[in-house]
């Protein structure tokens, strides 16, 4: 069974390859941000919802560069660790954390195993 797509994504798959950057929005506050406009603008956005288990959605596989930004309270650093995995199988050349609980955090292929 294929997987689905996470929220907002039916836009990501529709966009041209490559995306250079996407931005994954995640943590209990995340439905309340991922609307706003004037936020990167140009950047392609989906959302995990707070809790979910990232490996049953369907990640783009035209993204290069991912932004995962928290908002409300945090997803675990398991977690966390796991979207970052599973979006670099789909082909992401790196995940840069941006979230309040850690240093900016950038993830490449060989640093996930």
């Known amino acids: 069974m294929k997987a689905k797509l996470?929220?907002?994504g039916?836009?990501?798959m529709q966009t041209p390859s490559p995306i250079y950057q996407s931005i994954i929005f995640t943590g209990s506050g995340a439905w309340d941000h991922i609307s706003n406009k004037n936020f990167y603008p140009t950047s392609n956005k989906l959302l995990l919802p707070f809790g979910d288990d990232s490996n049953q959605y369907q990640w783009p596989e035209n993204s290069t560069e991912v932004m995962v930004f928290s908002r409300g309270e945090p997803e675990t650093k398991q977690q966390l660790l796991l979207l970052s995995k599973c979006l670099l199988q789909y082909g992401a050349n790196f995940?840069?954390?941006v979230l309040p609980d850690y240093p900016i955090t950038k993830i490449e292929?060989?640093?996930v195993q």
């Open 95 to 97: 995940i840069l954390w």
């Open 109 to 111: 292929r060989e640093g």
């Open 10 to 12: 039916r836009s990501a």
């Open 6 to 8: 996470p929220p907002y």
